[in-house]
């Protein structure tokens, strides 16, 4: 068993769940903020069998997509309004991925209550 754990911007994290959900995978996603650019991202969580790991990374790979955006350097954002420098352009998107091994993987059912 495995745990798949990806960081990718939050723009990506739609496409990737319904990648991964209409190949039968199940995946939880956490709302999580980057270091660098401070902007919104998600980290998915995804349990799963040692076999089903290279598709699910090609997953990750197809649906989280490097490109290019006009930023505005963080340094300089309290004199926006008057100082036209510290505005670059940045590529954002990709993935981190941890893949780790795990002891054990249970999943308990939800109960139905009457």
Do not use: H
Not at 13 to 35: E, H, M, N, Q
Not at 63 to 83: F, G, T
Not at 90 to 114: C, E, H, N
């Amino acid at each position: 068993m495995k745990l798949v754990i990806t960081f990718i911007q939050d723009y990506d994290s739609d496409r990737l769940l319904l990648s991964l959900t209409s190949s039968g995978l199940s995946a939880t996603k956490i709302a999580s903020l980057g270091g660098f650019l401070r902007t919104r991202n998600s980290t998915i969580l995804i349990g799963l069998e040692d076999n089903q790991v290279a598709a699910c990374l090609k997953m990750i790979e197809t649906a989280c997509r490097s490109r290019v955006e006009v930023q505005l350097d963080p340094c300089v954002a309290d004199y926006a309004d008057w100082y036209a420098a510290g505005i670059q352009e940045v590529t954002i998107g990709g993935a981190v991925v941890f893949v780790l091994k795990l002891s054990d993987f249970v999943r308990i059912p939800v109960q139905q209550s009457m």
